[in-house]
């Protein structure tokens, strides 16, 4: 199994890890929801708009699941 997960995730199945492409799936450990922003397991912080941003520093550009849906009109 995967032994580089953040020793401070106490969650099963374990989150992915910040740095990887699945970062988004982690359990979010405090939501900001009036600010727009949760702060998910590993560090990440999750965008309502689905950016993130990484505990490295590097931004995640938003993908935007509903925009196809959104700009259709
Ligand atoms: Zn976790």
Redesign the pocket.
């Known amino acids: 199994m995967e032994q580089s997960q953040s020793p401070t995730?106490?969650?099963s199945p374990?989150?992915p890890r910040a740095d990887d492409s699945s970062w988004g799936s982690?359990?979010v450990v405090a939501a900001h929801p009036e600010q727009g922003w949760s702060l998910l397991?590993?560090g990440a912080l999750a965008f309502e708009d689905t950016g993130g941003l990484l505990p490295d520093g590097r931004s995640v550009a938003p993908y935007r699941p509903t925009d196809w849906t959104r700009t259709a009109a």
């Open positions: 995730c106490l969650h374990p989150c982690a359990k397991c590993g």
